[in-house]
């Protein structure tokens, strides 16, 4: 009689993993309304902005910027919101930054580079790595680790 009245070990009920479920597929269904009118990052990039090193091929597509400014030509000539400005670019010094990380780059605008007309601060630009939240852009170009491989001198062309 003893055996009997000890505590039963608690059972999982069906009900409780179904309300799981459901709350699941709820949360799932909300993230695809929210993102099926959101264009692919590829799609963006390769309609608005596009960016050539000669002789280099990268792993990853590069990015400027995230929200309304990500690639988005029509807006580089807002500070800290649009993309780097269309023109051409030389690679410059390679250096480890606090706030853009290893491996940051200068980009040097070249003359007849399209930044001298939009009142941004053209020594401002550099390349450098993306951050777990994919949105380590203040306008600057976002590259794969093996930016690195650029050379310096090398010229960037970036294009609406």
Same mark, same amino acid.
Do not use: M, N
């Given at each position: 009689m003893k055996e009997d009245n000890m505590k039963r070990p608690q059972r999982i009920y069906w009900w409780t993993l179904i309300a799981w479920l459901?709350?699941? %597929?709820?949360h799932l269904?909300?993230?695809v309304l929210q993102m099926r009118d959101q264009p692919p990052t590829d799609e963006v990039y390769t309609r608005l902005l596009s960016c050539q090193v000669a002789a280099?091929? %990268?792993t990853e597509l590069p990015y400027w910027l995230g929200g309304a400014g990500r690639n988005n030509p029509a807006a580089q000539h807002l500070p800290n919101l649009g993309p780097i400005p269309t023109g051409?670019?030389?690679w410059g010094t390679t250096y480890n930054s606090r706030n853009t990380g290893m491996n940051t780059i200068n980009l040097v605008p070249l003359p007849g580079n399209s930044c001298h007309g939009t009142g941004r601060d053209c020594d401002s630009f550099r390349a450098h790595g993306n951050n777990r939240a994919n949105d380590a852009s203040r306008g600057c170009i976002i590259l794969p680790p093996n930016r690195t491989q650029i050379p310096q001198g090398e010229i960037v062309e970036v294009m609406p």
């Open positions: 459901v709350g699941v %597929l709820i269904v909300w993230y280099f091929a %990268l051409k670019w030389e």
